[in-house]
């Protein structure tokens, strides 16, 4: 089994930045491909961003171009999520989940385990 723990949630203004943290431990040694989802009250749980094994291939959804960037530290089996220029409508619960087969994808259906996410508040 593969435990997937988020850090860094919090509440704060706009336009600032926050940094989100996902530890994973467990079973697999290897974990392909990392990403971050996020759900807003009322909403589907929506893809974010991912990231490969090697760090050298990365999707984000439009939304975040830009202003978001992930990355890993294998060594420590973190994944790390760099959110700044936050808008209110960043306001969300945000997921770590890894997929452990495959190429990197969007698909939230495609990611094998989860973590208990961490609330991202931004108000104006």
């Known amino acids: 089994q593969v435990r997937l723990v988020e850090f860094g949630g919090g509440s704060v203004q706009a336009g600032d930045s926050l940094r989100l943290s996902c530890s994973t431990s467990g079973r697999a040694s290897r974990l392909p491909t990392m990403g971050w989802f996020r759900q807003a009250p009322g909403k589907e749980r929506e893809f974010v961003v991912a990231?490969?094994?090697?760090?050298?291939?990365?999707i984000y959804a439009d939304s975040v171009k830009g202003r978001f960037t992930i990355s890993r530290d294998n060594a420590k089996n973190t994944v790390y999520l760099q959110m700044n220029s936050l808008k209110p409508e960043d306001t969300a619960v945000y997921y770590c989940?890894?997929?452990?087969?495959?190429?990197?994808?969007?698909?939230?259906?495609?990611?094998?385990?989860w973590g208990q996410g961490t609330q991202v508040t931004v108000s104006s």
């Open positions: 990231i490969n094994w090697t760090g050298g291939a990365t």
């Open positions: 989940a890894a997929k452990t087969f495959g190429i990197i994808s969007r698909d939230r259906g495609q990611y094998d385990f």
